[in-house]
């Protein structure tokens, strides 16, 4: 049983660190751990437009205390009205790694997503063309198809067309959460892959709701029947190269997670690391470890792999009930719970 293991230095293939007090707040806990991180377009307004993304990754640069080492990689937020020249322009002049198609109030701030997949198609096509990495939400939003139904659906109705009318597109499947999405990707070409969260990992949708309704355990898409949780669990320790590290820490502040219509998202910035290579060692897949937090993500991403490393010890430590995010209170996954090891740096 080994006491310490160091891998070379992971990214976050999906990440969210919003803006302004909230942004200094928590770029901290993701650039203590991680080299990059793909961020999330999902602020309010949108970032639309390569013009946004630069503005919003100085803003992160300027947040960055120093002494951090930390590269965020923008994504566009598709809409119905994207220009496919704009964002074409921008993966260029290398300010887009990625777009994101989020399903039209799909998830915290989507009602600027896409309505049809058709009235992107043009956009689509082009980043294909380019070699651009679309990032999806996978879930469909008909409000008569039940949530836990719904990524499952968006298999079948969406991302299957999608990826047999373009091909050589390359796609994300994010944050998924059942064994469908494993299976589906599992058997697309080289051109799919997907991204697992921590807490989908750990959690089934019991953590959410036995025992009491449980607003922290809650996020887009929810956590799903145990089937599921172990698919997924699979999956990240299979050394499959289509699978890999996204944590899409997801930070709300308390009082908007703990409320008559709380916030979906959960904040594992803190303990990530921690959090998955946890999973790896219940699974006896330490040595797998490294592929999914550090291989697999660049190489899909045709970026290169970091070349420094960094290390995890077996030790226990019990995370914080709350931590603080630049004033505002935001609780951390895993909160009070003690895990088993701890990142060394
Ligand atoms: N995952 C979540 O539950 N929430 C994310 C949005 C998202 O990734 O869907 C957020 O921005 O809060
Ligand atoms: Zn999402
Ligand atoms: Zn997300």
Redesign the pocket.
Known sequence: MSDSITITRPDDW?L?LRDGDMLSGVLPYTARQFARAIV?P?LAPPVTTTAAARDYRARIMAALPRGFDFTPLMTCYLTDDTDAEDIAQGFANGVFTAAKL?PAN?????AHGVTDVANIRGVLERMAEIGMVLCV?GEVTESDVDVFDREAEFIDRILAPLIADLPDLKVVF??ITTAQAVDFVTQAGSAVAATITPQHLHINRNAMLVGGIRPHA????VAKRELHRLALRAAAISGSPKFFLGT?S?P?DRAAKESACG????FNAPFALESYVTVFDEEGALERFEGFASHYGPDFYGLPRNTDTVTLRRTEHVVPDCVDAAGKPVVPFHAGETLGWAFEG
């Open positions: 999906h969210h999330m999902n989020y799909a998830t915290t701030n989507s939400h994010e944050h809650y996020c887009l898409p899409d997801a709300h916030c979906a998202g959960i």
